[in-house]
């Protein structure tokens, strides 16, 4: 069975632009996370969905938005890039609850603003 | 606020030798508590988790130890490999929260 996927793998963004992410879930995983990991740091919540609603948001400004499809894929939104938003974003799923299921996490892509 | 502290930064261990991770929590309603591996260029990888009814569980060569009361727990890392060499997240959650909680890693270089 194929991994959590992420695309693209590297993005380029200047200060101010939008960035879309994408994310397919291992296969029959219904819960999708982000998690923002800048460098040298530990990864950081920032959204958590099961079953296409929101169950969780970390500690992030609005101009991060996320949203799950029907096929569990995933997108996660950020807005008014800032130069801070550098980093690695990771997509992690899992086939039920945290604890009930370990959490899979993707490659991540790796986003650079300048 | 950083409600999980882990120790030391950065270790060297002789390959065959015990590699030791040490967390510290705050929280006290956290109740899962796994340790991650993370190589370069990739995401993080589950290697093992403990649930504060028990004091240590053990998988392979990888044996995590649990002191609630001290709110401690720690990674070991028994016969360590060149292999191993990476960075270790310990992490935590509370039931019914799917918020994962990470420490700022360690990373681990194992020498011949």
């Known amino acids: 069975d194929a991994g959590v996927t992420q695309s693209p793998t590297h993005l380029i963004k200047t200060r101010g632009q939008q960035v879309t992410l994408r994310c397919s879930p291992i296969s029959g995983h219904k819960s999708v996370s982000w998690y923002q990991q800048v460098l040298g740091q530990g990864p950081q919540f920032i959204f958590q969905y099961y079953e296409k609603e929101e169950r969780g948001r970390g500690n992030f400004p609005d101009r991060f938005s996320a949203r799950q499809f029907p096929n569990y894929s995933s997108e996660l939104n950020v807005n008014a890039l800032l130069l801070g938003d550098s980093a690695l974003y990771l997509c992690?799923?899992?086939?039920?609850?945290?604890?009930?299921?370990?959490?899979?996490f993707g490659n991540g892509t790796r986003l650079t603003v300048t | 606020q950083q409600q999980v502290k882990q120790s030391p930064q950065s270790l060297i261990v002789q390959k065959g030798g015990i590699s030791i991770i040490n967390c510290a929590y705050e929280?006290?309603?956290?109740?899962?508590f796994p340790w991650y591996q993370q190589f370069p260029g990739k995401g993080p990888a589950l290697l093992i988790a403990i649930r504060p009814d028990v004091s240590e569980k053990k998988e392979g060569r990888f044996t995590i130890s649990f002191n609630k009361s001290a709110k401690q727990f720690s990674l070991h890392i028994m016969d360590s490999q060149p292999g191993d060499s990476a960075t270790y997240f310990c992490?935590?959650?509370?039931?019914?929260?799917?918020?994962?909680?990470f420490g700022t890693g360690t990373r681990l270089t194992i020498i011949p």
């Open positions: 929280n006290t309603a956290f109740d899962y």
């Open positions: 992690a799923s899992s086939l039920d609850r945290l604890g009930n299921s370990p959490l899979h």
């Open positions: 992490a935590a959650s509370e039931d019914g929260n799917e918020k994962l909680t």
